[in-house]
C-alpha cells in the first residue's frame, strides 16, 4: 500500500519562474493539503484541496494555487518565484469524514530559487 | 486560532536517559493533538495522536504522550534515549472537523553517546 508520494524530490528554479509540484495521496484518502518548511522552521499550512476544491487556505498569497484532480492526487503551483520560496514542500493526505486522525505526508519536495 | 507551543527549540539528552519534549496548547475545548518526527531530508512521520479516550497514549519507537487537559500540556517523553532517536519533533494539533493541522516551531533532540 503506497503512502504519499511526491514528485520531483528537489528542483532548482530561477527568480521570476513558475514551479508545479505534484503529489498522489495515500490509497483510500481524498484529501490533500500543502504544506511549506522553510529551513529550521515547522511546517506552514498553505492549503487544502477536497472534491477538487480549495477548502481552506492560510496565510499565503495568491501566486501559491493548486488544483485536485478526480483521481485526488494535486498539484501545488508557484508563479513569480522569489527567493524567499526556497524550502520543503510537503503534501499531506487524510480522509475527509475523519481528518481529526491526522494527516499522512510525502517525503516533500526541495525546492531551491535561485 | 488554535496553535501549539513547543518549549525548548533543542533539547540534548545522553544515551540511555530520559526524553521529555514539551508542547502546550492553547484552545477553550478538548482539541486534537499530535506528535510528528522528522529525520533529516525526509517528510514527517506520525509518532502518536490523541483524540479521546484514554489521556496517555501509547506511540512508535517506545514514545508516549500524556495530554493534561489541567496544565493544557501534551509532553512527549520516552524513558531510555537511543541513538536512533536523534531528529526533529514536531507538536501539532487540529482544532476541530476540518481545520488543518498546526504544527509548533519544533524541538531538534539530540542524543549524545
Known amino acids: 500500500d503506497a503512502g504519499v508520494t511526491q514528485s520531483p524530490t528537489h528542483l532548482i528554479k530561477t527568480r521570476g519562474q513558475q514551479v508545479t509540484l505534484r503529489c498522489s495521496p495515500k490509497?483510500?484518502?481524498?484529501?490533500v493539503s500543502w504544506y511549506q518548511q522553510a529551513l529550521g522552521q515547522g511546517p506552514q499550512f498553505i492549503f487544502q484541496?477536497?472534491?477538487?476544491?480549495?477548502?481552506q487556505r492560510g496565510n499565503f498569497p495568491d501566486r501559491f494555487s493548486g488544483h485536485q484532480f478526480p483521481n485526488y492526487s494535486s498539484e501545488l503551483n508557484v508563479n513569480a518565484l522569489l527567493l524567499g520560496d526556497s524550502a520543503l514542500y510537503l503534501c499531506?493526505?487524510?480522509?475527509?469524514?475523519?481528518?481529526?486522525?491526522?494527516?499522512?505526508f510525502g517525503s516533500g519536495t526541495r525546492l531551491t530559487v535561485v | 486560532a488554535q496553535s501549539v507551543t513547543q518549549l525548548g527549540s533543542h533539547v540534548s539528552v545522553s544515551e540511555g536517559a530520559l526524553v521529555l519534549l514539551r508542547c502546550n496548547y492553547s484552545?477553550?475545548?478538548?482539541?486534537?493533538l499530535f506528535w510528528y518526527v522528522q529525520y533529516p531530508n525526509q517528510g514527517l512521520q506520525l509518532l502518536l495522536k490523541y483524540t479521546t479516550g484514554a489521556t496517555l497514549v501509547k506511540g512508535i519507537n517506545g514514545f508516549e504522550a500524556e495530554f493534561k487537559k489541567s496544565e493544557t500540556s501534551f509532553h512527549l517523553t520516552k524513558p531510555s534515549a537511543h541513538m536512533s532517536d536523534a531528529a526533529e519533533y514536531f507538536c501539532?494539533?487540529?482544532?476541530?472537523?476540518?481545520?488543518?493541522?498546526?504544527f509548533g516551531k519544533g524541538t531538534r533532540l539530540s542524543v549524545i553517546a
Open positions: 484541496y477536497y472534491e477538487e476544491e480549495e477548502r
Open positions: 484552545s477553550s475545548v478538548p482539541p486534537y
Open positions: 499531506a493526505s487524510s480522509l475527509y469524514t475523519t481528518g481529526t486522525d491526522g494527516y499522512t
Open positions: 501539532a494539533v487540529i482544532n476541530s472537523g476540518n481545520t488543518p493541522l498546526v
Open positions: 490509497s483510500g484518502h481524498d484529501t
